[in-house]
């Protein structure tokens, strides 16, 4: 699995640029025409990220969401689900950063291979960043209507979180 | 809705820190996270430029119009408005092929690309077209088959199976996609009408 991981991008990368090459392209010339398109890219997406990291951020230094669901902890100790779980799986459509440093803690305390640590693990891999995807990929073409996409997303993530749960029950309970 | 989340993050935020007499945080947040925020975007810049002068190579020698037809199958059911060699459909694919083996970081710029090239041909540019809503579905539903960055960690954490969490984390992946998918079918099907 690892090997795969490390020899795929350089194939890939060889591929195309002989494949380029094969096909009499200016590979030279073609890059610094993508990069400089890639350059006005970041550009456009520079606002959209500050926005994002900013309001994220400053959210989870309020430790809002610790506060809030301490109101739930009865509940969830007659139900079984660890608490340690629940910011994760309320953060993980808003950040990635934040929901790895909590999965992060999750192993120093319970250790990878608890429970725990296997629905954190899961948990992880299982989506992306709704709020974050929407904001950078709209902000980037300047799309400020985006209709049904944020329902139908978080929709998607809270079935993925469900499952999470499920599964790990399933496999690892 | 990404306006009011937005918002409601950034009062949630202040209005608690003050009633908890926390609001020291929150100032000194207010004046760093702008700096976090050009950190993300200084780490993501070089692979973003890498990747776009790559990817036009693959454009441009009309590899990527290969690869598109390679996955036509799939991808001409899930955007029907698009034509059978729309520019897009060759970065959506290397996009979901980039997420599935968990190269989050070079799949951003294929989608990126990806929507460049749909709005090319949206009538009103404020607003989103289905095709992209679906494209952002099936990329927020993370179609990882490989969480790499998981594995890693769960290594250093001194796990005895690192990759066990692989096909828990598929099977989670798969719900959560084909829940959004579903939805997005009906949402649209029940436009047309």
Redo the contacts between chains.
């Keep these: 699995?690892n090997i795969l991981?490390k020899i795929?991008?350089p194939l890939f990368?060889f591929?195309?640029?002989m494949?380029?090459v094969?096909?009499k392209?200016n590979?030279y010339d073609?890059?610094?025409?993508?990069?400089k398109?890639?350059?006005i890219?970041?550009f456009h997406?520079?606002p959209t990220?500050?926005?994002?990291?900013?309001?994220?951020?400053?959210?989870l230094?309020?430790?809002?969401l610790e506060?809030a669901l301490s109101f739930l902890k009865p509940l969830l100790e007659f139900s079984k689900i660890p608490l340690d779980i629940l910011p994760m799986a309320f953060l993980r459509?808003?950040s990635g950063s934040a929901t790895?440093a909590i999965?992060?803690g999750i192993?120093?305390n319970f250790?990878?291979?608890s429970f725990i640590?296997?629905l954190a693990?899961?948990?992880?891999?299982?989506?992306?960043?709704?709020?974050y995807?929407?904001?950078?990929?709209?902000g980037?073409?300047?799309?400020?209507?985006?209709?049904?996409?944020?329902?139908?997303?978080l929709?998607?993530?809270l079935?993925?979180i469900i499952?999470?749960f499920i599964?790990?029950f399933i496999?690892?309970g | 809705?990404?306006n009011i989340?937005?918002a409601g993050?950034?009062i949630?935020?202040?209005l608690?820190?003050l009633l908890?007499g926390?609001i020291e945080?929150?100032n000194n947040?207010?004046l760093t996270?702008?700096t976090?925020?050009?950190n993300?975007?200084l780490e993501?810049?070089p692979l973003?430029?890498?990747?776009?002068?790559?990817?036009?190579?693959?454009?441009?020698?009309?590899?990527l119009k290969a690869f598109a037809r390679f996955l036509n199958p799939i991808l001409s059911k899930l955007f029907p408005s698009l034509t059978k060699d729309h520019k897009a459909l060759g970065y959506m694919a290397s996009n979901i092929a980039a997420?599935m083996?968990?190269?989050?970081s070079?799949a951003?710029?294929f989608?990126?690309?990806a929507?460049?090239e749909?709005?090319k041909d949206?009538p009103?540019?404020?607003?989103?077209t289905e095709a992209?809503?679906t494209f952002?579905?099936l990329?927020?539903?993370?179609v990882?088959l490989?969480?790499?960055?998981?594995?890693a960690?769960?290594m250093m954490?001194?796990?005895?199976?690192?990759?066990?969490?692989?096909?828990?984390?598929i099977?989670?992946?798969l719900?959560?996609?084909i829940?959004?998918?579903t939805?997005?079918y009906i949402?649209r099907r029940r436009k047309k009408k």
């Design positions: 699995m991981s795929i991008i990368v591929f195309i640029i494949y380029g094969k096909k392209v590979v073609t890059f610094l025409e993508g990069a398109e890639g350059l890219m970041v997406i520079t990220i500050i926005a994002m990291v900013f309001a994220v951020n400053i959210f230094d309020s430790k809002f506060g459509p808003i790895l999965m992060n192993f120093i250790g990878p291979d640590g296997r693990s899961t948990l992880q891999g299982c989506t992306d960043t709704t709020i995807v929407l904001a950078l990929y709209f980037s073409i300047k799309v400020t209507k985006s209709r049904y996409a944020l329902p139908v997303g929709f998607a993530d079935m993925g499952a999470a599964v790990t496999f690892f | 809705m990404v989340i937005w993050l950034i949630i935020a202040i608690y820190s908890n926390n945080v929150i947040g207010i996270h702008a976090s925020g050009v993300l975007v993501m810049m973003i430029i890498l990747w776009t002068g790559i990817m036009k190579i693959a454009e441009s020698s009309g590899l997420n083996l968990g190269l989050g070079a951003t710029p989608g990126l690309k929507m460049q749909l709005q949206n009103k540019k404020d607003t989103a992209m809503i952002l579905v990329n927020t539903g993370g990882t490989i969480p790499t960055t998981v594995i960690l769960r954490s001194g796990s005895k199976n690192p990759t066990e969490i692989i096909i828990t984390s099977l989670a992946t719900i959560s996609s829940s959004g998918l939805l997005d949402i």
